[in-house]
């Protein structure tokens, strides 16, 4: 889609001004999808009506957009004008007399959504205007953010004073003249979250149209393609496959299995997929979202959808694994509904003496001898023609006592299900992601497909830094130079900074962020001496109401109150986060010490699974972040044998050796 495509109408500035308005307002309503109502006719009649007074005298200068499409974001730019050097992005607030906050972060995040993802953006002004129709005279200032990179702070602007501050805006910033049609020739390549890229598919986008695809990329669109594949030959030759999609930190692992779910909702289809979940938060979260998303989206098309109904058709296709899992042991004959069946996160599948427990304990059946990916494998093995399994496998995610880890699949297919194809990632022999010995057993078996674009190796999580689940990974395995080396590459693109003062650190966080960019404190589960700091793990916290809710709600991120951990962010993300360091994991030259809390002491963790558990927990923890992170190690306090400082100083030193900077 090219940059004039994507708007309802688009048009010189001279030609603008010569073409009548209802010329205009016929083109805007033939572009849209759907029915418009005269609330909107007016609205547009409006924008243009101040907008030919505006730039009367700018005819041959460059470029207006109306309705300009923002992809990841689900939303459109009221108008967009290139004027000589800068790029104007307008909001219009129609009989509004006030300036909103709201409505300020809705034009600013429209503003940062160009610079950031619209190549040929990056290098340009970018001055996001707010303008409420019935203010009085007033605008103002103009000013640049403390990320100076060519996005200025919104201006609030009454229409009388428009012309002003666009003259001003040009004075104020220099640069060549823009080029419209080079300009309209920028690829346009979004980073979404996980919950963005979730509402787009479910809403009709393509993952192409939501992913990165430039050349430090593998392609997301690849890797769908390559699962598609697999899933039409398996129907085609009526096999029973299993694939195994590998990926670091934010690699996009989920929205492949979105994409490949969105693509076959229809369960009367015989390529009706499910995606399943056994991260509870993020099934919530997604489900919540995409309901919310499609009540506003029908709203905007004049359409009542109550919420309920919405939330009803999104669980056809987005289910908790255990709940799956239930209905499969209803009838342990009848094959599920699905011949494709998408498991996120698949290597925390509980392992045998995990699911016998459960089985026992829960669902009173005794002697169960099957571990979770052996039994689900099974689930779809009932089908007499075809079926297939998409694991979507991470590295080093394993954050949960039981949880096996992709071994088990492996362990599963070659102990049960002989027949089975195999298509899987050559990077699944990479330590991190614990299949070990157990791959070499599958050389002797038949039917196994190796394909590259089965491992996603690039984190898309954050487009200024790529390379932070790498850093990360130095930082934890005491690899002191690397992780050195590696932060000299961020450090320009992806603020990182360290703090002993959480308050500092919360200062620092509200000042980075703009527009809605989400910002959250994030704490290991195990963190249960911060509560001098006011922060309790035990605290009961709603996920959906921390991820989805806006600036104004208590329970949201934004009140920096309640706190999110591994369990609840694993999966999801933020753009600003605040990591909160407690004792549980202690830097000492010798390795990592690893601690429990229990009582009113610490107990040191001994065994080898507990203690992998928790330096996860905090690979978890410092992989959310898109933008940038504190890191808060709080100072200790030598009268409470709880927090001395000796618990927390050496774990500071260390990140200070690493050369994060100080605040």
Known sequence: MTNRNRAYYADSIADFLMRASDEILGTLVRSSAF????????AWLEQIRLLKETLINNAGRGTVYFEYAVPRLGKRIDVVVLLDHVIFVMEFKVGEKE?????????WDYAVDLKNFHETTHDKTVAPILIATRAP???SIIATTSQNDGVLLPINVSPCQLNVVLNQVLLFSDGQPIDSATWEAGGYHPTPTIIEAAMALYSGHAVSEISRSDASAINLSRTSSAVS???????EQSTKSICLVTGVPGAGKTLVGLDI???HTDKDSALHSVFLSGNGPLVAILREALARDKVRRKA???????KGEALSEVKLFIQNVHHFRDECLIDTHRPPIEHVAIFDEAQRAWNLEQTAAFMLRKKQKAGFDQSEPEFLISCLNRHDDWAVVVCLVGGGQEINTGEAGIEEWIHALNRSFPDWHIHISPRLHDDEYGAGRVLEELTARPNVHFDEDLHLGVSMRSFRAEHVSALVKHMLDHNTAQARDMLAELVDRYPIVITRNLDRAKSWLKAKARGTERYGMVVSSQAQRLKPHAIDVKSPMDPIHWF????EDVRSSYYLEDVATEFHVQGLEVDWACVVWDADFRYAPSGWQHFSFVGNRWNQIRKTERQTYLKNAY????????????????????????????????TFEYLNSIGFRVI
Not at 300 to 306: I, L, N, Q, R
Not at 548 to 551: A, C, E, H, R
């Open 261 to 263: 779910a969105t693509q």
């Open 35 to 42: 029915s418009i109502e005269a609330p909107q006719r007016n």
């Open 548 to 551: 989805l809710d806006g600036k």
């Open 619 to 650: 690979r978890v923890l410092l992989t959310r972040a898109r933008q940038g992170m504190v890191l808060v190690v709080p100072e200790g306090d030598n009268e409470d044998q709880t927090r001395y400082a000796a618990h927390y100083d050496p």
């Open 137 to 139: 005279a007033h605008h």
């Open 229 to 235: 594949k697999i899933i039409s030959s398996s129907r």
């Open 99 to 107: 300036f909103l906050s709201s409505a300020r972060d809705q034009v």
């Open 300 to 306: 905007e098309a004049g359409e009542k959808v109550k």
